[in-house]
């Protein structure tokens, strides 16, 4: 089974910056596309950002510019940086894996990690 964990959440004062990673367990063959999904208290789970297996990448706009995702397909890890934080981006953060395949002829499935929460104060 592949399972995402994900790491480097934690309390950080507006301005700063928090790098956030997720690595990919299991024995995989592919992966389509990483993302990073938020969901603040009382708010719909939002999309942050996301890379695509050629490596495009798409942002929410108001992440835009400082924010950047970035993946390593070899170790199938993705990673989002963020910068100039703001307490409106404070949520918890879950990593996102779409179209992942254990082998060649395997269906494609969609695994989420369990979150990790930032928090950032004004």
């Known amino acids: 089974q592949v399972q995402l964990v994900e790491s480097g959440g934690g309390l950080v004062q507006a301005g700063g910056s928090l790098e956030l990673s997720c690595q990919a367990s299991g024995t995989i063959f592919s992966i389509d596309t990483m993302a990073w999904y938020r969901q603040a208290p009382g708010k719909q789970r939002e999309l942050v950002a996301r890379i695509s297996s050629g490596s495009s990448t798409a942002y929410l706009d108001f992440v835009k510019g400082r924010f950047t995702i970035s993946r390593d397909h070899a170790k199938n890890t993705v990673s989002l940086q963020m910068n100039s934080l703001k307490p409106e981006d404070t949520a918890v953060y879950y990593c996102?894996?779409?179209?992942?395949?254990?082998?060649?002829?395997?269906?494609?499935?969609?695994?989420w990690g369990e979150g990790t929460l930032v928090t950032v104060s004004s």
């Open positions: 996102n894996a779409v179209g992942v395949k254990l082998h060649m002829r395997d269906y494609p499935k969609n695994y």
